[in-house]
């Protein structure tokens, strides 16, 4: 018996240091794939050679080069552990300095409204309700999240206080100096992320708002298809506006909140605003805790490179040598990234059979996630930042008809910058990012009518601010986007 437990424990060992070793392998294989493009960037940039050498710094150009190379590559992560990847980009930064996170775990509601409510909306608003099939629903959960906001006067290495997360809250309020409150969904891709994650942007937000932040923790996929994330979202705004009573806050009017979110947390944000407005053109009320609740709609909705489409319909209708600044490929518009997926016990492939990585496929033309299909008459003002990248198509489209309808929109064009260039680069022009976006918050809680539309271009390096006309944002006509969409 015991022979074969020690035989036992050294198959084990042997195989974890084989995995180990073929995990160590696929690294030095990745890095071999970016050496050429940063050597490339380093040598080519003083002479102005190479895409980024003109809109970037050193710094800036060698990290899109190396990251844009590792992507296209696809040896940044072969067959990867999506719960291993989960893992890692669920570890947050350490707590300190001139930060408070106070976490709370919003309780499931003792009602299913919620999720009645989003499986309803879904069902009004199928496109094709002759041929639709089920949607399978998502179960109602408590949601994580952390309150944030900014720890003045203090050193950036002062530890976290060792008191209750109440007190840190009620600190954390005490040093804001607006009622703005940024409801937010981070990126990546719906599968991986984390409100620690973010936690550099969204205290970014908090400092330059001078609000609060809420960030969430919503259910990723593929374990979590679609509307998972959206009844997760439900929950975290009806909390803000009516807390529970475990709740480290009091009651927010809506017209103090901002739904905020970058890439697919942009799209969870327009989503969920989306979904309110379906509520109200229907008349639909939800019942919270007991009593029958009204959603008011929030003060503004502000995106950083929304991922607004998830088919990714438009990207080949759009300007190819533009996007090429990116550091992101155009995937396979219905697979999306499935191809670096490890089958997983439980994870990939689905219970349900789907090829789509965040929705089952029927649902990839809804309108809740082919977002710039959507009716958004009525929606609060918008602001929306992207750079030369493969969502600008989609999002140039969507500030594009906003415009057209009479929404409210603030749309900011940086030239040469990828995906996502203000949390990921430094410079000024980030700055500039975070400094519109944070505006845009404060604005819409404490001066909503005085936001009008505009379309600029913001020049690289010099920052220079062009006014752009809305009927030249894109050349996409709305029929054009809809043949594509509704015909592949």
């Given at each position: 018996?015991?022979?074969?437990?020690?035989t036992?424990?050294?198959?084990s060992?042997?195989k974890?240091?084989?995995?180990?070793?073929a995990?160590g392998?696929?690294?030095?294989?990745?890095?071999?794939?970016?050496?050429?493009a940063?050597l490339?960037?380093?040598?080519?940039?003083?002479?102005?050679?190479?895409?980024?050498?003109?809109?970037?710094?050193l710094?800036?150009?060698?990290?899109?080069?190396?990251?844009?190379?590792?992507?296209?590559?696809?040896?940044?992560?072969?067959?990867?552990?999506m719960?291993n990847m989960?893992?890692v980009?669920?570890?947050?930064?350490?707590i300190?300095?001139?930060?408070?996170?106070?976490?709370?775990?919003?309780?499931?509601?003792?009602?299913?409204?919620c999720?009645?409510?989003?499986?309803?909306?879904?069902?009004?608003?199928?496109?094709?309700?002759?041929?639709?099939?089920?949607?399978?629903?998502?179960?109602?959960?408590?949601?994580?999240?952390?309150?944030?906001?900014?720890?003045?006067?203090?050193?950036?290495n002062?530890?976290?206080?060792k008191?209750?997360d109440?007190?840190?809250?009620?600190?954390?309020?005490?040093?804001?100096?607006?009622?703005a409150?940024?409801l937010?969904?981070?990126?990546?891709?719906?599968?991986?992320?984390?409100?620690g994650?973010?936690?550099?942007?969204?205290?970014?937000?908090?400092?330059?708002?001078?609000?609060?932040?809420?960030?969430?923790?919503y259910?990723?996929?593929p374990?979590?298809?679609?509307?998972?994330?959206?009844?997760d979202?439900?929950?975290?705004?009806?909390t803000?506006?009516?807390?529970?009573?475990?709740?480290?806050h009091?009651?927010?009017?809506?017209?103090?909140?901002?739904?905020?979110?970058?890439?697919?947390?942009?799209?969870l944000?327009?989503?969920?605003?989306?979904?309110?407005?379906?509520?109200?053109?229907s008349?639909?009320?939800v019942?919270?805790?007991?009593?029958?609740?009204?959603?008011?709609l929030p003060?503004?909705?502000?995106?950083?490179?929304?991922?607004?489409?998830?088919g990714?319909?438009?990207?080949q209708?759009?300007?190819?040598?533009r996007?090429?600044h990116?550091?992101?490929?155009?995937?396979?518009?219905?697979?999306?990234?499935?191809?670096?997926i490890?089958?997983?016990a439980?994870?990939w492939?689905?219970?349900?059979?789907?090829?789509?990585?965040?929705?089952?496929?029927?649902?990839l033309t809804?309108?809740?996630?082919?977002?710039i299909?959507?009716?958004?008459e009525?929606?609060?003002?918008?602001?929306?930042?992207t750079?030369?990248?493969?969502?600008?198509?989609?999002?140039?489209f969507?500030?594009?008809?906003?415009?057209?309808?009479?929404?409210?929109?603030?749309?900011?064009?940086?030239?040469?910058?990828?995906?996502?260039?203000?949390?990921?680069l430094?410079?000024?022009?980030s700055?500039?990012?975070?400094?519109?976006?944070?505006?845009?918050?404060?604005?819409?809680?404490?001066n909503?009518?005085?936001?009008?539309?505009s379309?600029?271009?913001?020049?690289?390096?010099s920052?220079?601010?062009?006014?752009?006309q809305?009927?030249?944002?894109?050349?996409?006509?709305?029929?054009?986007?809809?043949?594509?969409?509704?015909t592949?």
């Open positions: 018996m015991a022979a074969a437990e020690s036992g424990t050294k198959a060992s042997t974890s240091r084989q995995g180990m070793a995990q392998l696929k690294l030095v294989i990745a890095i071999a794939f970016a050496v050429p940063a490339f960037a380093i040598v080519g940039h003083p002479f102005g050679v190479g895409k980024g050498s003109k809109h970037h710094n710094r800036g150009n060698l990290f899109v080069s190396v990251l844009r190379a590792l992507l296209a590559s696809g040896k940044w992560a072969p067959g990867a552990s719960t989960q893992k980009t669920g570890l947050g930064a350490d300190k300095g001139k930060r408070w996170i106070a976490p709370y775990t919003a309780p499931a509601p003792p009602e299913d409204s999720r009645d409510v989003v499986m309803g909306a879904i069902e009004r608003l199928m496109p094709d309700k002759k041929h639709a099939r089920a949607t399978t629903a998502a179960e109602i959960v408590s949601v994580e999240g952390e309150w944030q906001g900014v720890r003045p006067n203090v050193d950036d002062e530890p976290e206080p008191i209750p109440s007190e840190k809250y009620q600190r954390l309020v005490e040093a804001c100096t607006t009622k409150t940024t937010y969904f981070h990126g990546g891709g719906y599968h991986f992320g984390d409100p994650t973010h936690r550099k942007t969204t205290l970014k937000l908090a400092e330059l708002s001078g609000g609060r932040v809420f960030s969430v923790r259910r990723l996929a374990q979590n298809a679609f509307p998972a994330a959206l009844i979202a439900l929950v975290s705004y009806l803000l506006l009516y807390p529970p009573p475990d709740a480290l009091e009651p927010i009017s809506a017209q103090d909140i901002v739904i905020s979110g970058d890439s697919a947390g942009g799209h944000s327009a989503c969920l605003v989306q979904l309110l407005l379906e509520l109200r053109r008349k639909t009320t019942k919270w805790y007991g009593k029958q609740r009204d959603i008011p003060a503004g909705l502000a995106l950083n490179s929304p991922w607004l489409d998830i990714l319909h438009l990207v209708l759009g300007d190819q040598q996007i090429k990116d550091y992101l490929r155009v995937p396979d518009a219905k697979k999306n990234w499935t191809y670096r490890a089958h997983e439980g994870v492939p689905p219970v349900v059979p789907r090829e789509n990585l965040i929705v089952e496929d029927h649902l809804h309108p809740l996630v082919s977002l299909t959507a009716d958004w009525g929606c609060p003002p918008v602001y929306v930042c750079g030369w990248e493969i969502l600008s198509v989609e999002d140039a969507f500030a594009k008809k906003l415009h057209s309808i009479g929404v409210p929109i603030q749309f900011e064009d940086y030239e040469g910058m990828p995906h996502c260039f203000g949390m990921t430094k410079g000024n022009g700055d500039k990012c975070l400094a519109s976006w944070s505006k845009f918050i404060r604005t819409a809680v404490e909503p009518g005085s936001i009008s539309s379309a600029t271009c913001i020049k690289a390096k920052l220079e601010e062009i006014p752009l809305f009927d030249e944002l894109s050349t996409i006509s709305q029929k054009q986007a809809e043949a594509v969409i509704f592949e």
